[in-house]
């Protein structure tokens, strides 16, 4: 776990659950998620969108504490030879502050490549904002997600999750077919290839 530094000088622990090349989402993702319907929902979107290189959705992670825990994402889309990673969370009232590490390094040619980092942040539920910091990062990354609450009626409200600066809310709807469970996708990639 690493520490996540509170605007008030308070701590909090954070930790990686994934992070690597062969990520699920096809182009620039921020987002932030207090549970599993939040989470099923963003991924119905982005998969109703054709935003995912691989379908159905990923899952939601089974090791959160969803009771107190947040999960936050930052995904850099289809970039070989880069890599990222949120290096430390800060938190200013209500908002979650990234700062993210993108780096480029070898390209290997692989049209599936697809960095991510996926981080679970300790007593973050009453956040509403995600921001990005990028040390260094190419253009079209998002900057903010706005994070709202989701429940049973939500999902076919607008703004029920986090979307990056500047985007329009994606269509509402999708499968409810997953993976089975405990398979991330980068591990079901490395199977095949």
Known sequence: MRDVELGTGGRLPFSTIEKGPYGAWGGPTLLAARGPCEWNTAMGELEAQGALIINPAPL????????????????????????????????????????????????????????????????????????????????????????????????LKAGHRAVPEGATEPAVGASETHAAGGMTWGSLKVLYR
């Open 60 to 155: 939601p992670p089974t090791t959160v504490n969803w009771s107190r825990q947040t999960i936050v994402l930052v995904a850099l889309g289809h970039m070989d030879g880069y890599s990222v990673e949120i290096t430390r969370v800060s938190r200013i009232g209500g908002t979650l502050i990234l700062d993210v590490h993108v780096e480029l390094g070898r390209r290997s040619g692989e049209l599936d490549i697809s960095p991510y980092h996926l981080v679970v942040v300790d007593g973050a539920r009453d956040v509403d904002q995600v921001v990005a910091h990028y040390d260094w990062a190419p253009p079209g990354l998002p900057t903010s997600a706005t994070v709202t609450s989701c429940t049973s009626t939500q999902s």
